[in-house]
């Protein structure tokens, strides 16, 4: 529906409601139903003009071709938490300036906590920098491939979980912070800053975000459960404790048949 269209009918809907009001005397401000229209009005419009940031056509461009499948397979440049070994493999597509990103990395640590040490799932992050909305993610993504060279996994998982412990997410983060991330992480700070300042990860973040493009993301938080056999369930959003758990006990019940 054309926003002209969308305004139109959204106009003849409020004049009917203001003529209920005159009618019955209702003491309902007319002013809190117009806001609520304009509202209605901003969201629907900023939903339907699409944005002119590189990897938003291209995310459209893959949706369209229908370019959905399996995340690919992991190789020594993913970073990996866990058992090795483990049935179940939670593949995590993420925007580290994405808040309910940063809200689910919280779930994905407790799950972690309770179901990878006792060896039946692994944890996959791979990077998916929404730059139309977090300019500053492709960056902050750099930093932890950085933290990884210096530091190994190890500073790896460190320093990605102290982003979004201390991000306020939506491009919040101070870019001042990212040394400091690192230093918490016990890297060298001068060595950080040249790895992140050469750009030298850029690629693997790219390379990331297609990935994340062909195994059918759209948004951020998406996880995608594997097993062994080639089951998959792809959940979008930031879903509660609760709901990542009935995903993965259903998938380790199949597994386990």
């Known amino acids: 529906m054309p926003f002209q269209h969308f305004l139109e009918e959204k106009s003849n809907i409020l ?3 203001k003529n209920k009001i005159m009618k019955n005397n209702l ?3 007319v002013s809190i139903i117009i806001a609520g229209l304009m509202i209605a009005g901003a969201v629907y419009f900023t939903k339907s003009v699409p944005s002119n940031a590189n990897n938003q056509a291209a995310v459209a461009n893959a949706v369209n071709q229908k370019k959905v499948g399996a995340p690919s397979p992991i190789t020594k440049d993913d970073h990996v938490l866990g058992n090795p070994n483990a049935e179940i493999t939670m593949f995590e597509y993420s925007d580290t300036e994405c808040p309910f990103c940063k809200k689910f990395h919280a779930t994905m640590v407790r799950l972690m906590d309770q179901y990878g ?3 039946k799932i692994k944890w996959v992050y791979r990077h998916f920098p929404l730059d139309s909305i977090h300019s500053k993610t492709r960056k902050e993504s750099e930093a932890t491939e950085c933290a990884a060279e210096l530091g190994g996994e ?3 998982w460190t320093y990605i979980n102290r982003i979004y412990e201390i991000t306020p997410a939506n491009n919040g983060l101070d870019v001042a912070e990212l040394p400091k991330i ?3 992480a016990g890297i060298d700070v001068n060595n950080f800053n040249e790895c992140l ?3 030298r990860y850029a690629q693997k973040v790219e390379n990331d975000f297609q990935d994340g493009l062909q195994a059918g ?3 951020t938080p998406h996880t995608v459960i594997a097993d062994k056999n080639g089951n998959l369930i792809p959940l979008s959003g930031a879903l509660s404790y609760d709901q990542l758990v009935a995903g ?3 998938m380790l019940n199949e597994t386990n048949k």
Do not use: C
């Open 27 to 29: 003491a309902v401000p």
């Open 15 to 17: 004049l009917n409601l």
């Open 217 to 219: 993301v759209e948004g």
């Open 182 to 184: 690192a230093e918490f």
């Open 154 to 156: 190890e500073a790896f």
């Open 248 to 250: 993965l006990e259903s």
């Open 117 to 119: 040490k006792n060896g």
């Open 197 to 199: 300042s050469s750009g």
